[in-house]
């Protein structure tokens, strides 16, 4: 079955820096969504992305579907300390009605 | 927020015994989804269902069954919990195949 990569698994950034997950397929994917997960709670869409070369912002978030759609990134634009959670890519196969979820990304940003 | 409950939201039990989680619904929506949540794992699929009645299996449903006789409910069952199931599960709805999961608020379960 389908299989996503996602790196790195944790990372620890100064508030004000800029921050990048990148989530990776050796599969060509129909689409890919992304999700945030604060701590303590559940995960919440952030948005999905379906054409080749897609960039999407929200705020200080950029979003990019590969050219080849076998790989996605989340870039944020000068972390705050809101930003604090695990961001996992999620991809959905149309043939088994399945949605499998990257290992997620916890970023943990320092004040 | 979608409407979407799991119950319990905390559960201790002991090895062997049976366990049962509930999602409820009242979106209407198609798909449900029970995914546990493990340090390290990520979201890890264990059954799902696209209509009432129709499941399937995921990754890790080893030890685990799941029904789903009305569209606003999933169950999801440990027949006989282990300590290796003790995790925190969360359900998911999807209105149509490839729209954004909705996710309920989870259920930590612990076996001791």
């Known amino acids: 079955g389908q299989q996503v990569m996602q790196i790195p698994q944790y990372q620890h950034v100064q508030e004000g820096e800029d921050f990048t997950t990148y989530c990776n397929s050796s599969?060509?994917?129909?689409?890919i969504q992304w999700y945030k997960q604060r701590p303590g709670g559940h995960p919440v869409f952030l948005i999905q992305l379906v054409k080749s070369g897609e960039v999407k912002k929200q705020k200080r978030l950029t979003f990019q579907f590969g050219e080849a759609k076998k790989n996605s990134s989340l870039h944020i634009t000068a972390t705050q300390t809101t930003d604090v959670g695990t961001y996992f890519c999620?991809?959905?196969?149309?043939?088994?009605?399945?949605?499998?979820f990257g290992t997620g990304t916890r970023l943990k940003v320092l004040a | 927020d979608a409407g979407i409950t799991q119950s319990p939201r905390h559960k201790v039990t002991e090895t062997g015994t049976p366990v049962t989680l509930r999602c409820h619904q009242t979106e209407n929506h198609r798909y449900m989804y029970w995914y546990r949540q493990d340090p390290g794992h990520g979201l890890r699929l264990i059954h799902y269902?696209?209509?009432?009645?129709?499941?399937d299996k995921g990754e890790v449903s080893d030890g685990y069954s799941v029904s789903r006789s009305k569209t606003e409910d999933f169950l999801l069952t440990l027949e006989s919990a282990t300590s290796s199931q003790t995790s925190v599960y969360f359900c998911?709805?999807?209105?149509?195949?490839?729209?954004?999961?909705?996710f309920g608020s989870g259920t930590q379960l612990s076996v001791l």
């Open positions: 599969t060509t994917l129909s689409n």
């Open positions: 269902s696209y209509g009432v009645k129709d499941t």
């Open positions: 999620a991809v959905f196969d149309s043939g088994t009605y399945k949605y499998i």
């Open positions: 998911a709805i999807g209105r149509e195949g490839g729209e954004k999961l909705f």
